[in-house]
């Protein structure tokens, strides 16, 4: 089902999804953008994130319950510290597709009070061709700042997430 659910077009399923969320009263607000995501609404990164647990040995959790450790011990204190760089990785990846998110943007947000950055941007192009290139440029490289940022404050663990298979 997981694997369904992955290959399935997001635009196959908008339809629905504005339907539910225009019923909770979420068009014109900045729920639909984040709060998906934050929900694992990607199947990819559970499918992610159980690639990297099946990675773990296996002989971590026998000794952890030969020590008498139960099984929220053995998560908390031993799966969740090794599934630190996945996580990480997540989270880099949600925030950066999250933010280059157009389409739904373009389709959640009328209110110019509420528009993104990307919305900003696109509302400053002019298809008649009086468009400002240069503030149309300058904005365009300081929307790339947030990203640049997280990427190299978080770089280690985003490489650790990719690289490692759940070995310290």
Same mark, same amino acid.
Request: glycine fraction near 4%.
């Given at each position: 089902?997981?694997?369904?659910?992955?290959?399935?077009?997001?635009?196959?399923?908008?339809?629905?999804?504005?339907?539910?969320?225009?019923?909770?009263?979420? *068009?014109? =607000?900045?729920?639909?953008? %984040?709060?998906?995501? @934050?929900?694992?609404?990607? &199947?990819?990164? !559970?499918? $992610?994130?159980?690639?990297?647990?099946?990675?773990?040995?296996?002989?971590?959790?026998?000794?952890?319950?030969?020590?008498?450790?139960?099984?929220?011990?053995?998560?908390?204190?031993?799966?969740?510290?090794?599934?630190?760089?996945?996580? *990480?990785? =997540?989270?880099?990846?949600? %925030?950066?597709?999250? @933010?280059?998110?157009?389409? &739904?943007?373009? !389709?959640? $947000?009328?209110?110019?009070?509420?528009?993104?950055?990307?919305?900003?941007?696109?509302?400053?192009?002019?298809?008649?061709?009086?468009?400002?290139?240069?503030?149309?440029?300058?904005?365009?490289?300081?929307?790339?700042?947030?990203?640049?940022?997280?990427?190299?404050?978080?770089?280690?663990?985003?490489?650790?997430?990719?690289?490692?298979?759940?070995?310290?």
């Amino acid at each position: 089902m997981m694997l369904v659910t992955i290959m399935l077009p997001y635009h196959v399923t908008l339809v629905p999804q504005y339907i539910i969320f225009s019923e909770l009263h979420w *068009i014109n =607000t900045y729920l639909p953008l %984040f709060l998906p995501k @934050w929900l694992a609404h990607d &199947s990819f990164f !559970i499918l $992610l994130m159980v690639q990297f647990i099946r990675g773990i040995p296996k002989e971590l959790d026998e000794s952890a319950t030969i020590d008498g450790c139960s099984q929220q011990k053995l998560y908390f204190r031993i799966i969740m510290p090794l599934l630190a760089p996945a996580l *990480i990785t =997540t989270a880099i990846f949600t %925030f950066i597709w999250t @933010w280059d998110d157009f389409f &739904s943007q373009m !389709i959640y $947000l009328s209110d110019i009070k509420l528009f993104t950055v990307q919305l900003g941007i696109r509302a400053l192009f002019d298809p008649s061709g009086t468009s400002d290139w240069g503030a149309l440029m300058a904005i365009s490289v300081l929307s790339l700042v947030p990203i640049t940022l997280i990427f190299l404050i978080f770089q280690r663990y985003f490489l650790d997430g990719i690289a490692t298979t759940g070995l310290k």
